[in-house]
């Protein structure tokens, strides 16, 4: 019977990065820090956070993971994942499924300059208030930074997480 199992995967070269996500590069990696929420449906609140991009140098892909977490408990609070697609073309596709079951897609710009990335939903699938997202990534000083508008049935797009970052 012949083997058709797939070979071991090589761990990725941690200079080596596929060129298509070189203008994005400096995502790579864990960072960690602690944000705020807030909407004008629910109280504001903290949490804690930890965002980890990875890659294969073969693939022009980040994969991207996140979790937050109650600062004063540790308590679990929210998770998503997906994929980050930058394009020569300075444009950048992301897909990422919550751990709520709303999946999102976005498309936008990144700055390699400035490295800013702007991301605005083309869908929110399986919500059942959630219409439109919004989400801008900046590079600032090392640090990490984001933020992230939302609409509703009921509210137009309005500021509902941010957060600062730093690499570990």
Known sequence: ???????????????????????????????KGQGEGGFPTINSFSYGEELRFTHHSSRPVIAYTQKTWKLNSG??????????????????EVVIA????????????YNTEEKVIK?????????SKVKEITRVFRLIGGDLSYEVEMATNSTSLQPHLRASLKKL
């Not at 990065?17 to 400096?26: A, K, L, Q, R, T």
């Not at 991301?119 to 919500?127: F, P």
């Open 1 to 31: 019977m012949e083997n058709i199992s797939q070979p071991p995967v090589q761990p990725a070269d941690a200079a080596a990065v596929h060129p298509g996500i070189e203008p994005i590069s400096y995502l790579l990696g864990t960072w």
């Open 75 to 92: 308590e679990p609070m929210h998770a998503e994942s997906g994929f980050w697609r930058p394009k020569p073309d300075g444009s950048i």
């Open 98 to 109: 919550q751990s709520t079951g709303l999946a999102e897609v976005l498309k936008g710009t």
């Open 119 to 127: 991301l605005q939903s083309e869908l929110v699938g399986n919500a």
